[in-house]
């Protein structure tokens, strides 16, 4: 059964930059969609980034677009390098994935995906 365990997080101060870590066990990434999602206190959860099978097409959310890049590695972990930080990006950061056919293109929401880490905070206070 595929697991998902996120690392990366913490606390930094406005314009530095972190980088999340999605690690797999259980079963290969490579049929898999997989996403980054947020929540803060108060806030509904919401798509942050998505990376897509075959080609690794990659979609942002307006607010993280220049900032954010999502990127997959050949074995199981999916990155979320963020630079430019800013407190509006202070929530817990989850990492989710979804089985997808060959060209299948998911909408990056997290009602589309499945499977779910445990999620990370990230805080970026001065």
């Known amino acids: 059964q595929l697991q998902l365990v996120e690392s990366g997080g913490g606390l930094v101060q406005p314009g530095g930059s972190l980088r999340l870590s999605c690690a797999a066990s259980g079963s290969t990434l490579y049929s898999y969609a997989v996403g980054w999602f947020r929540q803060a206190p108060g806030k509904e959860r919401e798509g942050v980034s998505c990376?897509?099978?075959?080609?690794?097409?990659t979609y942002y959310t307006d607010s993280v677009k220049g900032r954010f890049t999502i990127s997959r590695d050949n074995k199981n972990t999916v990155y979320l390098q963020m630079n430019s930080l800013k407190p509006e990006d202070t929530a817990i950061y989850y990492c989710?994935?979804?089985?997808?056919?060959?060209?299948?293109?998911?909408?990056?929401?997290?009602?589309?995906?499945?499977?779910w880490g445990q999620g990370t905070q990230v805080t970026v206070s001065s």
């Open positions: 990376i897509m099978r075959p080609d690794d097409s």
């Open positions: 989710a994935t979804v089985l997808v056919a060959y060209t299948q293109r998911v909408p990056c929401r997290p009602d589309q995906f499945i499977s």
